[in-house]
């Protein structure tokens, strides 16, 4: 069997939260509905990261009670070490990322037929400018982003952050070299994918935020966000 007719023969869903109690109690029952619907093995990795609310003893109970479900506790509150370490832990042929917030039955199930031809899967929020119900300055953010990462990274592709896809083998391994953390990690993940020379194949998604996102929050994150840029740059050069 040629790489390019590779069929997926289970997959782990990695969700990663931070005090998301509220959502997730929501979400979750979906989440693993989807699962079950495509008719493969699969797992469900809650990759919990510092939550001071609830939100630990919820993933717990929903392991208890789901064979399919399991918890990864991470003492920091930390989405890019949440997604870092969910990859190495993952147990299945594929890897699913949706934030608990942000996914999409359809997604999954298009993203496991693309794996057959692709190393990576990437829900774009870009591809249809029609489906992206987000505040305007919202996709302008996310617009520009994308264009300094084009100008500045050679990025070839139209969204670094959200749902995706990926083969375990060789990301896995793409995934552990990252030296960035919080929001840039998947930015960092994507470029290595793209550099490593893996297929790499973006699928349109719709967007609505559940949650609404404090501009105040994204102004916080800034020096952050520089921080991990140079890091980044650093590590790629």
């Not at 931070?18 to 979906?30: F, H, R």
């Not at 797992?43 to 001071?52: H, K, M, Q, Y």
């Not at 300055?137 to 617009?143: C, H, N, Q, V």
């Not at 592709?157 to 840039?184: N, Q, W, Y």
Request: aromatic share 8%; with cysteine; hydrophobic share 45%.
């Amino acid at each position: 069997m040629t790489p390019t007719q590779q069929t997926i023969g289970s997959f782990s869903v990695l969700v990663p939260v931070y005090n998301d109690a509220p959502v997730l109690s929501k979400q979750l029952p979906g989440i693993l509905e989807a699962a079950e619907g495509q008719g493969l093995p699969f797992e469900v990795l809650i990759a919990e990261n510092g939550s001071t609310d609830a939100t630990g003893p919820m993933a717990e109970t929903f392991a208890q009670n789901h064979p399919a479900v399991r918890t990864l506790r991470l003492p920091e509150a930390n989405y890019g070490r949440a997604l870092q370490g969910g990859i190495a832990a993952c147990r299945r042929e594929a890897v699913v990322i949706f934030n608990i917030d942000f996914w999409s039955p359809e997604f999954l199930g298009e993203a496991l037929k693309a794996l057959r031809e692709a190393d990576l899967v990437i829900g774009s929020k870009t591809l249809r400018t029609d489906w992206d119900r987000r505040p305007i300055l919202r996709r302008w953010i996310t617009r520009s982003f994308n264009g300094f990462l084009r100008l500045f990274f050679g990025f070839q592709g139209t969204d670094t952050h959200g749902m995706k896809a990926f083969l375990r083998e060789p990301v896995s391994t793409l995934a552990a070299a990252c030296v960035t953390d919080h929001f840039i990690f998947d930015t960092e993940l994507v470029l290595r994918i793209q550099r490593a020379g893996l297929r790499i194949r973006e699928i349109p998604v719709p967007i609505r935020e559940i949650r609404q996102i404090g501009y105040r929050n994204l102004i916080r994150r800034m020096p952050e966000v520089f921080r991990n840029l140079v890091r980044m740059q650093r590590a790629l050069s």
